[in-house]
């Protein structure tokens, strides 16, 4: 049975703004009824790209508990954080917030490390890739598994669709998932701009991950309890 979630609220944290058009076709199916606030900040990424790789600025992290307390004070139920790159910013909030807070990719990861030990990444941000592979090692630690992780990197595939060329984005991300599929158990997908895939995934060798499906699967759990 499914419980009525209308009357509740989820936040969201972009650190890309057209992300929240890509997850809303999810939002629509997933969670019908409960209103979704967003806040899109572009200038956390252009923050990253101008930092070595696998270093956050420190900024990022003040940027995300400043936009978690707005929205803790707009009364949401429960803040998403949907970018892969500082995905550690839930943990340093968590002493400052006290709505519930869930990263977007968490859940896509314990699904996967489930399903075996070795286990594809694949990205197209290269500032995604240290931050991804840390969650998904500590969602194997947690489930007392030694996870080997087989990433790739696509970086023209985000730039494919930042401009607005989707088919070569996913054209790029299928030949990727064709390399890593005789090797792994399973694929997730590292930002939640890749789930625009998601309808061209139906005949996979793995089961292949998207944050957004199961990011937003784990919301509905979380504001159904």
Do not use: W
Not at 75 to 85: K, P, R
Not at 95 to 123: C, E, Y
Request: hydrophobic share 40%; glycine share 6%.
């Amino acid at each position: 049975m499914t419980t009525n979630l209308s009357g509740k609220t989820l936040g969201i944290i972009h650190s890309v703004v057209f992300t929240a058009n890509t997850v809303q076709k999810f939002l629509d199916e997933i969670l019908p009824g409960v209103s979704v606030l967003h806040l899109g900040d572009d200038s956390i990424q252009k923050d990253y790209q101008n930092s070595e790789v696998g270093v956050i600025p420190k900024k990022s992290f003040f940027k995300f508990v400043t936009y978690a307390n707005f929205l803790q004070e707009a009364g949401c139920d429960l803040i998403m954080l949907a970018c892969s790159t500082f995905n550690q910013a839930v943990e340093h909030a968590r002493p400052f917030i006290s709505t519930p807070m869930l990263q977007i990719d968490r859940p896509m990861m314990d699904i996967a490390v489930s399903k075996g030990n070795t286990i594809g990444l694949l990205a197209t941000l290269p500032t995604t890739v240290p931050s991804s592979e840390r969650i998904l090692r500590q969602a194997g630690l947690e489930a007392n598994k030694e996870i080997e992780i087989k990433t790739i990197l696509c970086s023209e595939a985000f730039l494919a669709l930042r401009s607005g060329n989707q088919q070569k984005h996913n054209e790029m991300l299928l030949d990727a998932i064709e390399q890593l599929q005789g090797e792994v158990d399973a694929i997730v997908m590292a930002q939640v701009s890749m789930s625009v895939l998601e309808p061209h995934l139906n005949s996979t060798k793995v089961p292949v991950y998207n944050s957004a499906r199961t990011g937003f699967t784990r919301v509905k759990e979380i504001l159904e309890a």
